[in-house]
């Protein structure tokens, strides 16, 4: 299966979050993109969608996910033929603002049409668990949700 990783960072965190994600992953054919560098126009079909973001400010999407936010906002792309998930990044001491980033990415895949496999999982900067803990077997949780889609598609 090809799986397309992308990922928006204010510190670096969800980049390197992103990287741990795909070499988990090396059994699929795995990319990394910053949503920085990614056009709505660009999704495939072909590819599942990992989105992996931390939460910024008053829960704002991070910096190199903002311009990937308008460009989505602005283009309202048809993402009905596309799957994703989504783990989010956020701190519980910010209790207002908890992991917005990955809120708002899910809702602007959705409002597009695009199809969420799982749940929106969010790490907790407060908590003691690492980020890879819970991402690792999130990630393994939700490709062999899409494998077993698209063998029913099938």
């Known amino acids: 299966m090809k799986i397309a990783i992308l990922y ?6 969800a980049e390197m979050l ?3 994600i795909a070499a988990h992953l090396a059994d699929h054919e795995v990319e990394v993109t910053n949503l920085s560098d990614f056009a709505p126009d660009a999704f495939d079909a072909d590819n599942f969608y990992i989105l992996v973001t931390s939460t910024y400010g008053d829960g704002d999407l991070p910096a ?3 311009p990937f936010g308008e460009r989505m906002a602005d283009a309202q ?5 596309i799957t994703f998930a989504v783990f ?5 001491e910010y209790p207002e603002t908890y992991n917005f980033g990955g809120k708002r990415l899910e809702e602007l895949m959705t409002s597009a049409g695009a199809q969420q496999v799982g749940e929106r999982i ?4 407060s908590g003691s668990d690492m980020p890879e803990d819970l ?20």
Do not use: F, K, Y
């Open 8 to 13: 928006g960072t204010e510190t670096g965190n």
């Open 18 to 20: 992103a990287e741990d």
């Open 64 to 66: 190199s996910a903002i």
């Open 77 to 81: 792309p048809d993402l009905s033929s």
């Open 88 to 92: 989010g990044m956020g701190d519980s």
């Open 122 to 125: 969010t790490h907790d900067a």
């Open 135 to 154: 991402a690792l077997p999130w990630a393994e949780d939700v490709v062999r949700q899409m494998e077993a889609r698209r063998e029913e598609a099938a």
